[in-house]
């Protein structure tokens, strides 16, 4: 049985189509909070929006948006605001793995740019359009979803250990900006968590990433969900600026 922690809460879960943000948007919706669930894939998140609501899921809606366009952002959060008169969280769960096992010779400018756009870019503007909204009632919740590639670097994956590591360094800026209110913005840096997006990967990759995990195994959906909800919940009321470790051990620091 959850707890109750976001009774009259609305939150903001990107990348909600699948995985990481889809998992955690049935979390939310059990904690009693309404969820809005921003995505480009139009066709994946009414799918997603009709499976949660199939297990009684009601209050889920969304809002299809390219995160890591300006102007589609802009218009999204003014969709928002049609809707809701306030926003309490944000989760950026949205982002893109890039070339993979391929070294920096081999990679194209575009991809690098392609990969940046979406995971450091997505992750500013949606930061940047939170915080506006929870700027109003001096409260909100941010986690921005990086990665243990960004605190050491994954051989192979330049164009994500890179753009992860940007998020890593926008978190730690952010969280000083509103140390003294009562907005938090706060990282998780998972390890390997099994998701579509490591499923794609090329399996040298994957084995590469596991291995260096001392738990040997990958991280779960379940366990992601758990500590993202603790950490937007008005429990977490002295943590920000702070990237947590989701890595089976890989990254205690």
């Not at 989760?91 to 756009?117: L, M, R």
């Not at 998020?167 to 907005?183: D, M, Y």
């Amino acid at each position: 049985m959850y707890q109750k922690r976001y009774q009259e809460q609305i939150i903001i879960v990107t990348g909600g189509a699948e995985g990481l943000g889809k998992s955690l948007a049935a979390r939310y919706l059990l904690e009693g909070a309404e969820v809005v669930l921003f995505d480009r894939n139009e066709a994946a998140l009414k799918q997603t929006v009709a499976e949660l609501r199939e297990k009684g899921l009601n209050s889920v809606s969304y809002i299809p948006v390219d995160i890591s366009d300006q102007k589609a952002v802009e218009e999204a959060f003014d969709h928002f605001d049609n809707r809701h008169a306030t926003l309490d969280v944000m989760v950026n769960c949205a982002g893109i793995v890039g070339p993979s096992n391929v070294k920096i010779t081999e990679v194209d400018v575009a991809d690098f740019d392609k990969v940046y756009q979406v995971n450091l870019r997505g992750s500013f503007l949606m930061a940047k359009y939170a915080i506006i909204r929870m700027k109003k009632k001096n409260y909100g919740r941010i986690l921005l979803v990086a990665s243990i590639a960004g605190k050491e670097g994954n051989s192979g994956m330049v164009c994500y250990s890179a753009s992860k590591s940007g998020v890593i360094g926008l978190v730690k800026s952010l969280g000083k900006e509103f140390a003294q209110t009562n907005i938090t913005i706060n990282s998780i840096a998972p390890g390997v968590i099994r998701t579509a997006l490591v499923d794609a990967m090329p399996e040298p990759q994957v084995k590469y990433m596991t291995d260096k995990i001392p738990m040997q195994r990958c991280g779960t959906l379940e366990e992601f969900a758990s500590l993202a909800s603790w950490i937007t919940s008005p429990e977490a009321s002295f943590n920000t600026g702070f990237v947590f470790d989701l890595s089976g051990g890989r990254a205690t620091y």
